[in-house]
């Protein structure tokens, strides 16, 4: 992790699925300001969502619509990952 660390950038990091990332930002914020609940608060939500695995979806699970959903998805963050 590179030397910025805000909760900003951190909420980034989450927003865009890196979970670990935000995780590990999280952590740095709540050493250095222990009194802010809302960093604590995110930071146990973290904990659960990492410990806890999402369920296996199969493609043939999901809808048409959901399947294009997704894809459109994938394809926004792709786009902003490229400064599109």
Same mark, same amino acid.
């Given at each position: 992790?590179?030397?910025i660390v805000t909760k900003t950038l951190a909420e980034n990091y989450l927003?865009?699925?890196y979970l670990k990332?935000?995780?590990e930002m999280f952590k740095v914020l709540s050493e250095k300001d222990?009194?802010?609940t809302g #960093?604590?608060?995110r930071l146990r939500e973290l904990e659960q969502m990492l410990t806890t695995?999402?369920?296996v979806l199969s493609p043939s699970d999901l809808s048409s619509d959901e399947k294009i959903s997704l894809l459109k998805r994938w394809l926004s963050? #792709?786009?902003k990952r490229r400064g599109e």
């Open positions: 992790m590179g030397n927003q865009q699925g990332e935000a995780y222990p009194s802010d #960093i604590r608060n695995s999402p369920p963050n #792709i786009q």
